[in-house]
């Protein structure tokens, strides 16, 4: 039995897909066996760091291929994506990213809470003001 999940993607890592499959020539992408990263990722990208002097952030702490995921996390969590989708797609579970991110998820649910709070009659006056200009 095959599981179909919903999967949400950045578009920067779409068009960097698509180069992959051009420049090794992979037409079906779905019957191809090859592996998408030749050798480990986790050496290529810590070679990259090295390489970019980008080893540690402006506050001396390490970089790694996990920054990519906390990255991404972060990111998804900012831009009210559903903490279950998030889940998902980084095989994790909604109380790992929960107890682990609740800072950018305060952040994310407290920005929803002040524009539902927001006095419906300001944004009427602003989007009348808008049209005036």
């Not at 960097?16 to 037409?27: D, H, S």
């Amino acid at each position: 039995m095959v599981v179909a999940y919903e999967c949400l993607t950045r578009p920067e890592a779409a068009e960097a897909f698509e180069r992959i499959k051009k420049r090794r020539c992979i037409k079906n992408h779905q019957l191809c066996d090859e592996p998408l990263f030749l050798e480990n990722h986790r050496t290529s990208f810590n070679a990259l760091l090295r390489r970019l002097r980008l080893k540690e952030n402006q506050q001396g702490s390490r970089r790694d291929f996990v920054s990519l995921r906390h990255s991404y996390i972060c990111n998804m969590i900012r831009n009210s994506v559903s903490v279950f989708l998030i889940a998902t797609n980084c095989r994790t579970s909604v109380d790992i990213i929960e107890k682990h991110y609740p800072a950018p998820m305060k952040v994310s649910l407290n920005a929803t809470q002040l524009l539902q709070e927001m006095d419906k009659s300001e944004l009427v006056h602003d989007s009348a003001m808008n049209k005036l200009f």
